[in-house]
């Protein structure tokens, strides 16, 4: 592979220029359009199916619990043009792991930086590009595994749209063998009144290799509104292992759709974990498709709401072949009025037996309205397997919250500490040290910002 | 497992199959149109509220999409047109065993009842076709002030009691299903128990269907008065049809305050009878309302027993037995509704899938606002026998605020080759050994059964496995 794609340049910025309403051209700023011809054909066909499919009503199964009235597209603009000042200033605090391969920043869809720390990429023949120059150099690699996997979760007409937007993002390619052992992190950025971003993370591992990516989404400033629309593709060769992490910190006025697939080949393990902190309203589709044999998906998630946000989380782990095992545990923790919903299936297709397949969901509920929806599922199709789901909801008990004081820690202290205990199985079960103790610094500045206490 | 041992454990459909001539006096036609309502009105000489209920009910009816949004697409083939409505043999409820004709007696013989009739009869409710025949209240129960006759004399003779609650705990509205039942019911128990009083016998209804394209909309009130307890059973068997029948039913049960009620079911339709079932509990202050729900037969089945819990500490339970097998689907779960502080409710289902069988457990569990101490328990364990069979789980829970606890727990497995080939050593065939791992997978739900009920309920399961011996 050339290391001319390895070369960082910046790109022109665009003169600033007031952004209209979400259009099928998508954001230009001003820029001739570098894509391809059958990139821009894609995107066209997916702003005609964005338009031509209905918003969702109550009557749709996978839209059931959730608030429709808060997804109210028509207030958000194409993504907003940043000022020399705000690069820069999102640059600087784009700081995320000490120690990484590589590093990404897009602010408001454009990318700000790109910087590569690592020589092992550059050695090994790892493409790692932003999104739409990896389109143009590698349209192979790219039309094969770009939103392959449709959307069956009910987000169809929201992935579509992504599709029809989509420019942003981190394109990797692991091949066969090469172990990448410092992540590799990408951080998009929110600004400006009522902007929008479409951030797409595509990930291909080949045989037999590894690699951890961190994604990381915030707000430039905490009381903007905005709506983000992400997609990402992970692909796993045989043998392949492959760790996503994605920290969701959007402002408590973002409008969040997400839109998660993984396909897990023969013998490889996939293991997501979502930390949710921000956003008004978010939903979240994660599909695994365990493909072939031996094949493995962890999914992870740690909710904090408070507020009144709503976390929709919906989840899919289809067992599409035999010998596949498949583990999910999402934990919410909830106050105020927030409300988290959880709809999760476990599907076995016929002939996929051995399978191993989990589910559980676990509420805490701190606040006396706040609501936790909970509907784990099963569909079986093949007689050999174990499977298993489970879902509870509760608050903290009244005996951990007095030992707790009896031995000398205040009430809001013992609650704190019941609630990070709570979440830190999840995040324990990334078993990577720096990744995991940035994401607990991130549950306890949740809990600091928060106006009142757990 | 194999498939020529899937055979061997399949259904002996040909035990149940009998049928004896038919012949009706009362007969509203084939298909729906207000004309059948009048009609069914007019034989029964109802009251006009209870004609306008019909009336507006079909409205509904008519007004409603199936659900199939959610629920088997297989529910578009009943044809609304091709069912008869309603058919009473010509005779109003009887007393006495002797009044009843010989050909019923026969039907009812084979299901085994004159035996029930002699060990502990407390009272029958007999539905052949669409109106009781056989309606026999023990002197004991009477005497203790027990109502126990069908709707028509219910609301009828006795309109203080039921009209009160009639359509209350399971709205017009409520599904299309219910719809229809309010829109045609016939036939059914209505049953008042006063405080205080417990019923010591269980009270019992066997429900038939004996016409080809006919189907049954019995309509069922059980009110328990302060205090008081009861204990109803329905069973169901029918002889195997040609075409599909349609069978839905409306039962309401109101616990007032203390009172408990257990609800029995042991449905036995046969593989070509849509199934599809309404039926809701509320319990008062400190009531307990129990749905024992075991489900074998019928093509589908769709039946979520619930019990609204309305007062402090009412208590509300589903324990259900599902078994699904080639051309079955049995989609059958529980509702718990809690509606007041310390209110505690269990679900327990267990489901056996077997040949291409479908079992389903839905389920809904809400706990809304401002409510303490309310918890919630359910398990359901799926057990699949062939590589065809299939199970699916759909649970939804809601919890709003702090002070209440809901779990829930989910698992699906086989029969373990281990325990099958320990038995095998022992000298047990494979179809044996198979069988008695089944019974063992419901054994723990079956003793819940009053004694007379596991029994059969047994003899069902066996009559089920009886292909698999030898």
């Not at chain 1, 045989?207 to 990381?216: F, N, Y």
């Not at chain 2, 009251?47 to 659900?67: C, G, T, V």
Request: proline content about 4%; some cysteine; glycine content about 8%.
């Amino acid at each position: 592979m050339s290391t001319a794609v390895l070369d960082f340049e910046e790109m022109q910025q665009p003169p600033a220029e007031e952004s209209g309403a979400l259009t099928a051209a998508g954001p230009l700023n001003g820029q001739p359009d570098r894509s391809p011809q059958w990139l821009r054909e894609t995107r066209a066909a997916a702003w005609d199916t964005f338009s031509a499919l209905p918003m969702p009503t109550r009557k749709d199964e996978h839209w059931r619990f959730a608030s429709l009235k808060t997804l109210d597209l028509s207030l958000f603009k194409q993504p907003l043009p940043l000022d020399e000042a705000a690069r820069n200033g999102l640059r600087a605090r784009s700081r995320g792991l000490e120690n990484v391969a590589g590093r990404m920043v897009f602010g408001n869809d454009q990318l700000l930086s790109r910087d590569v720390f690592s020589e092992q990429l550059r050695q090994k023949g790892v493409i790692w590009l932003p999104l739409e120059d990896a389109a143009i150099a590698h349209p192979d690699l790219f039309r094969k595994h770009f939103m392959r996997e449709e959307a069956i979760l009910g987000g169809k007409k929201f992935a579509a749209l992504h599709q029809s937007q989509a420019k942003a993002g981190a394109f990797l390619y692991i091949p066969r063998g090469v172990e990448i052992d410092l992540p590799l992190e990408t951080f998009h950025w929110l600004s400006g009144s009522h902007g929008s971003c479409f951030p797409h993370t595509l990930i291909v591992a080949d045989e037999m290799a590894r690699a951890t990516v961190i994604d990381r989404f915030a707000s430039a400033d905490s009381h903007s509104a905005g709506l983000a629309c992400g997609v990402n593709d992970l692909w796993l060769g045989a043998g392949a292992q492959l760790t996503y992490v994605c920290v969701q910190d959007w402002s408590r006025k973002t409008l969040a759709f997400q839109m998660n697939s993984t396909v897990v080949g023969r013998d490889a393990t996939a293991k997501a974990l979502t930390l949710n902190l921000g956003g008004s309203h978010i939903r979240s589709e994660s599909v695994s498709h365990l493909r072939s044999p031996g094949g493995r998906s962890e999914m992870l998630a740690v909710s904090l709401a408070d507020g009144s946000q709503e976390f929709d989380q919906r989840a899919f782990q289809i067992h599409e072949a035999p010998h596949t095992s498949s583990d999910l545990l999402y934990k919410n923790s909830l106050d105020d009025h927030s409300r988290s919903i959880f709809s999760g299936l476990i599907r076995v297709d016929p002939g996929a037996h051995q399978t191993d397949a989990y589910q559980k969901v676990r509420n805490l509920l701190l606040s006396d309205d706040a609501e936790a929806n909970s509907a784990p599922g099963l569909e079986i199709e093949a007689d050999d397997v174990r499977c298993t789901h489970g879902a509870t909801s509760g608050q903290i008990e009244a005996e951990e919250l007095f030992y707790l004081q009896s031995r000398g820690i205040n009430r809001t202290d013992a609650q704190r500490l019941i609630v990070f205990g709570f979440v830190q199985e999840v995040i324990d079960r990334l078993g990577h040290g720096a990744i995991t103790s940035n994401l607990s610094e991130f549950v306890q500045a949740k809990f600091k910002d928060s106006p009142r206490l757990p | 497992m194999t498939t020529e041992t899937a055979t061997q454990i399949g259904i002996d459909r040909s035990l149940g199959d009998f049928s004896y001539p038919e012949s009706h006096k009362f007969d509203a036609g084939y298909g729906l149109t207000p004309a059948t309502i009048d009609y069914i009105a007019g034989v029964k000489g109802e009251a006009d509220w209870i004609r306008e209920f019909r009336h507006q009910a079909l409205k509904i009816f008519n007004s409603k999409p199936m659900p199939t949004h959610w629920a088997s697409k297989d529910l578009e083939s009943i044809v609304f047109d091709n069912i008869r409505y309603y058919l009473a043999n010509g005779q109003r409820a009887t007393r006495s065993w002797e009044d009843v004709p010989d050909d019923v007696k026969r039907t009812f013989e084979r299901l085994g009842i004159p035996e029930q009739e002699r060990k502990f009869l407390a009272g029958v409710e007999a539905q052949f076709d669409s109106e009781a025949v056989y309606s026999n209240i023990k002197k004991a129960v009477g005497d203790q002030g027990v109502i126990f006759c069908g709707p028509t004399e219910g609301l009828r003779d006795h309109p203080e009691i039921f009209r009160k609650w009639f359509g209350k705990v399971i709205p017009i509205g409520d599904n299309k299903f219910s719809a229809l039942n309010s829109a045609v019911f016939s036939g059914g128990s209505f049953i008042y128990v006063p405080p205080g009083v417990k019923v010591k016998h269980p009270l019992q209804a066997y429900f038939r269907i004996n016409a080809e394209n006919f189907g049954q909309f019995e309509r069922t009130l059980i009110i328990a008065d302060e205090g008081s307890e009861v204990m109803y059973m329905e069973g169901c068997t029918a002889p195997k049809f040609e075409t599909a029948t349609l069978h839905s039913a409306v039962v309401e049960l109101v616990a007032l305050k203390g009172a408990k009620i257990q609800y029995i079911t042991v449905q036995n339709w046969s593989a070509n009878v849509f199934n599809l079932v309404t039926k809701r509990a509320i319990a008062h202050e400190e009531a307990e309302v129990k749905w024992i729900d075991c489900n074998i037969g019928s093509r589908l089945t769709m039946k979520y027993p619930g019990v609204v819990l309305k007062g402090r500490k009412a208590r509300g339970e589903v324990i259900s037995i599902a078994l699904a097998n080639d051309g079955q689907h049995q989609d059958t779960g529980a509702k718990m509704k809690h509606e007041a502080d310390e209110t505690t409710s269990n679900i327990v289902s267990k489901s056996i899938s077997i040949g291409k069988g479908r079992a389903t457990y839905r389920g809904r569990v809400e706990v809304p606002k401002h409510l303490k101490g309310c918890k919630n328990n359910t398990e359901c364990d799926a057990l699949l026998i062939n590589s065809t069979s299939r199970t699916d789980t759909y649970p939804a829970i809601t919890v709003i605020g702090t002070g209440n606890a809901c779990q829930h727990e989910a698992s699906v497995s086989q029969v373990s080759a281990e325990q099958i080939f320990y038995m095998q050593q022992r000298g047990l065939t494979e179809a044996q050994a198979m069988s008695l791992s089944v019974n063992g997978f419901v054994n723990d739900l079956v003793r819940q059964f009053p004694m007379e009920y596991s029994v059969e309920l047994k003899r069902l399961i066996d009559l089920e496995m009886e292909g698999s011996v030898g």
